[in-house]
């Protein structure tokens, strides 16, 4: 059995497994409070295990007791724009379903406390040193964009009044992609589609991607019932795939600057949690601003 073949068994079984997770606790999530605080408290617990992956595979450039307080305000600082969406909803008396206005001003609230509190700690590495500042920009601000502001979307996204529905849709379309470019760009080969970052990517893929999202998108939102026609829905998808395909290009990004495959080597055949996630991640920001 070759190496290649060994490894999508247990790509389809992990994924298979967090499939079914997700899918029951979504479904229960529409008619209970307590699977929804469950589905709430599994993305958050899923957005604490990304932050800790990149914080491990991408070493902040201090050593000591520094390291360990400079790694606790970075994880603060990935889990607060999806922590105040969680606060305030609880203060509004756990208020599931808001309407899209409010759920656009807590994702903005969230991301623009993230962002103050990033610019705190880069004043802070500027009297520390330049090394530490240059980390910052170049490492923490992508994934904090990745998993502050899309784990800050996908926590709005399951709060919404649309919600288990369009969170349903975003996942599905997002894994369809994955999908169809894996085997697209397997099968039909042909020039990288950025090589600098994942050799393995290619034009053809992604197209095929993009294809498939497309269209599972407008099927998946003609079956949940979303109004706006297919025009709206067909629009919404291609944006989702795009940027998910920007997620992932992202992810890779932040692990060739230190030189590795996977973010951890937590879920069997995908890598690690921030593998699986990153274009769902960056996928629901658009998702949210389009409709909540």
Not at 2 to 19: D, H, M, P, W, Y
Not at 47 to 54: H, Y
Not at 245 to 256: A, E, H, I, M
């Amino acid at each position: 059995m070759s190496e290649r073949f060994k490894n999508l068994q247990a790509r389809v079984l992990t994924g298979s497994i967090l499939a079914a997770l997700f899918i029951v606790t979504g479904v229960l999530s529409a008619y209970s409070v307590a699977a929804k605080l469950m589905l709430l408290g599994l993305g958050l617990i899923a957005l604490a295990i990304c932050s800790w992956e990149f914080i491990v595979f991408s070493p902040l450039p201090v050593e000591g007791a520094k390291k360990f307080l400079w790694q606790l305000a970075l994880a603060v600082c990935f889990l607060l724009a999806p922590l105040w969406a969680l606060k305030t909803c609880f203060i509004v008396s756990c208020n599931f379903g808001m309407a899209h206005e409010i759920a656009i001003a807590l994702f903005a609230k969230g991301v623009f406390l993230a962002g103050c509190f990033f610019f705190i700690l880069m004043a802070v590495a500027g009297r520390t040193s330049l090394d530490l500042v240059s980390h910052l920009f170049e490492r923490v601000l992508p994934a904090l964009a990745l998993i502050g502001g899309g784990g800050a979307a996908l926590i709005v996204l399951c709060l919404s009044a649309n919600s288990p529905r369009s969170l349903f849709w975003v996942v599905l379309v997002v894994a369809i992609n994955d999908i169809a470019a894996y085997f697209g760009g397997a099968s039909m080969g042909g020039p990288k589609l950025s090589p600098a970052l994942s050799p393995n990517k290619t034009i053809s893929g992604s197209l095929c991607g993009l294809a498939a999202g497309a269209v599972i998108g407008i099927l998946a939102g003609v079956l949940f019932n979303f109004q706006g026609g297919l025009i709206r829905l067909l629009a919404l998808a291609l944006l989702v795939v795009v940027a998910a395909q920007c997620g992932d290009l992202l992810k890779s990004y932040l692990k060739r600057l230190v030189g590795v495959k996977d973010s951890s080597s937590l879920l069997p055949g995908h890598g690690g949690v921030l593998d699986r996630l990153d274009g769902i991640l960056l996928g629901a920001i658009p998702a949210l601003l389009w409709w909540a």
